[in-house]
């Protein structure tokens, strides 16, 4: 009866705070305008001084002085005594520093937001490079470029990108990769400091990441849509609220940066990124290929990389299922949150966007609390591995660095994730189908997800070993990958090689007949034509970051056209053989 009260009272609730009416009426003329926004500095200033008016601002004189080094604000005064709030009786003939009048308000200097696209009107890209250029001693040394470009004059609109090229190798031999954070609103620097860049904040110092991608490709980290991360706009309107604007957003970005660094133009490019960029990644992809057949771009795109993407609707309409197979909810809370579930369904149905999404963050809600879990990332660790880097990105000293001045930093910017809802439904399936006719794609998994082909099979299996998965949980044993949130589109095999080492796990526990695998398996995977698809062991929603190694060896090879892995087949008469029937290939490292 406590979980039925509970859901009452959370269905008015989101899980992610607040799901608000937004405006549905699609932007238009989104190209930049001829005209300058407004009369800017001296292009030699190397600089543009912006002046914000939305949230994704910093105010440029702090209530309080603030130590550079720290961002700790400091007490030099006590703001009674310049106000006259102390009386006589008050007053002490020692004065100190608690009880000195105010003297006028610091102001940190955060120098100023760098906007390139006018560098580029005037022909001047090399003199955009140049003050681009990252100062490497307060990152590790690596070589690196960022600012802000320009893709709506109307509302200034601005994307923010960090650049960094190939360690090691010359940058027109080596492909090079395109980073879309999901959220929506999440901020691309995530997948920079958390999950593929070639540092990462550990106990607010940077630490070196051994498995960066930056030791096979060039990385470009983009801050999308506008108003996240970084990027920023001066109107209201000017926040995306569908694919087709954020798409050319990206391709006004992607033509801008390859002004300031042709020698990309003839590398392969890949899009990567995950979770809600399985609507990024593929809506870029397609502007780039829509524009390359009626105006030739140079663009030199060559495939797309996805992980636990956010694909259609349909994918993430089960999400209960997998909380029930891995013992983590009984089959009567299952029933219990049924009508949750069938509220959501319901709203897909009626491609109620707005409404679909309201009712998910609901059902999550109500998941993650009757499951006992802290966080959506990963059900085998309580802790949250993500977004630490958020303080250090703050500090005056890497802000004059990155060249983003007051434009403050937002780890999810929740305005551009409310504007977005009329977006939750929209499916990308059908780009994927196009683009697979013309680019690889790679798209790797953490879990398997319920459908009607692999349900038999799913079932009697998940009643039998459901005692021991849960016992397995609370003694922290369990290895076998999982992400509650985006549900992969995988094949049967993927599901059966998945639960192969999840029986191999409860052997002991569950008793005899399941055969065990010696050798260490760190994914599975399989290709047909130009579609690759991979199940990680071990990882949650986030595969690079709880699989930094085995990502890395992945990417690399795909990118570079190498094999895989070795194969191996299973042994005759195993336990798992009747329900694969010989069509199943395992894949080793």
């Known amino acids: 009866m406590k979980y039925v009260t509970f859901i009452l009272v959370l269905c008015v609730i989101s899980v992610f705070g607040r799901v608000a009416e937004v405006k549905k009426d699609e932007l238009n003329n989104l190209i930049v305008d001829e005209k300058p926004v407004k009369t800017q500095q001296s292009i030699v200033n190397n600089t543009v001084e912006v002046n914000i008016v939305n949230n994704n601002t910093d105010n440029k004189v702090h209530e309080k002085p603030i ?40 102001r940190v200097d955060n120098g100023t937001a760098l906007i390139l696209t006018p560098y580029l009107k005037e022909g001047k890209a090399r003199e955009a490079k140049r003050a681009a250029r990252v100062d490497s001693k307060l990152f590790l040394g690596f070589k690196s470029y960022s600012g802000f470009l320009t893709v709506n004059e109307t509302y200034n609109s601005n994307i923010f990108f960090w650049y960094f090229p190939v360690l090691n190798k010359p940058v027109n031999e080596s492909p090079w990769i395109i980073w879309l954070q999901g959220g929506p609103g999440a901020s691309s620097l995530t997948g920079l400091f958390d999950e593929i860049g070639p540092f990462t904040v550990v106990n607010s110092t940077l630490k070196r990441n051994p498995h960066t991608w930056l030791h096979n490709h060039s990385l470009l980290f983009i801050d999308n849509p506008v108003g996240t991360g970084y990027s920023f706009t001066e109107h209201n309107k000017g926040f995306t609220t569908n694919m087709a604007t954020y798409s050319n957003h990206l391709f006004i970005a992607l033509k801008q940066f390859l002004q300031i660094f042709p020698e990309l133009k003839t590398v392969p490019l890949y899009l990567a990124g995950e979770s809600y960029a399985g609507k990024y990644v593929p809506a870029m992809a397609m502007e780039i290929h829509k524009r390359k057949e009626k105006l030739g771009s140079e663009i030199n795109l060559q495939g797309l990389i996805i992980g636990n993407a956010y694909v259609d609707p349909e994918v993430i309409s089960h999400i209960a299922l997998p909380f029930h197979y891995f013992g983590l909810l009984e089959k009567e809370q299952l029933e219990m949150i049924k009508p949750l579930i069938d509220a959501f369904q319901e709203s897909i149905r009626k491609n109620n966007s707005i409404e679909a999404k309201n009712k998910w963050n609901i059902l999550v809600s109500v998941l993650l609390f009757i499951s006992s879990q802290k966080h959506g990332y990963n059900f085998l ?114 599901v059966l090689a998945d639960l192969w080492q999840l029986f191999s796990e409860v052997a002991d526990k569950c008793g005899p007949g399941i055969p065990r695998k010696q050798s260490f398996i760190s994914r599975y995977h399989k290709t047909g034509g130009r579609l690759t698809e991979v199940v990680f062991r071990g990882a949650g929603h986030m595969v690079p970051l709880d699989k930094p190694a085995p990502a890395e060896n992945l990417v690399a090879r795909w990118t570079h056209s190498k094999p895989l892995s070795r194969r191996y087949g299973l042994l005759e008469g195993s336990y798992i053989q009747e329900y694969i029937r010989n069509n199943t290939i395992f894949h080793y490292l």
């Open 67 to 106: 130590d550079e080094n720290t961002n700790v604000t400091k007490k030099t005064c006590d703001t009674r005594v310049e106000d006259n709030l102390l009386d006589a009786n008050h007053t002490n003939t020692n004065t100190t520093s608690s009880n000195k009048p105010c003297e006028p308000e610091a």
């Open 381 to 494: 660790s309580d802790d949250l591995l993500v977004g630490k880097y958020v303080s250090f990105l703050k500090t005056t000293p890497v802000k004059r660095a990155i060249h983003v001045g007051d434009i403050n930093f937002e780890w999810v910017n929740m305005t551009v994730n409310v504007n977005l809802a009329p977006d939750f439904l929209s499916s990308t399936k059908p780009m994927f189908e196009r683009l697979l006719e013309h680019y690889r794609v790679l798209a790797y998994w953490s879990s398997p997800r319920e459908e009607d082909g692999i349900k038999y099979t799913l079932e009697p299996l998940e009643n039998r070993f459901s005692p021991c998965l849960k016992e397995l949980r609370r003694n922290s044993v369990l290895t076998g990958g999982f992400s509650i949130f985006k549900l992969p589109q995988s094949h049967p095999d993927f």
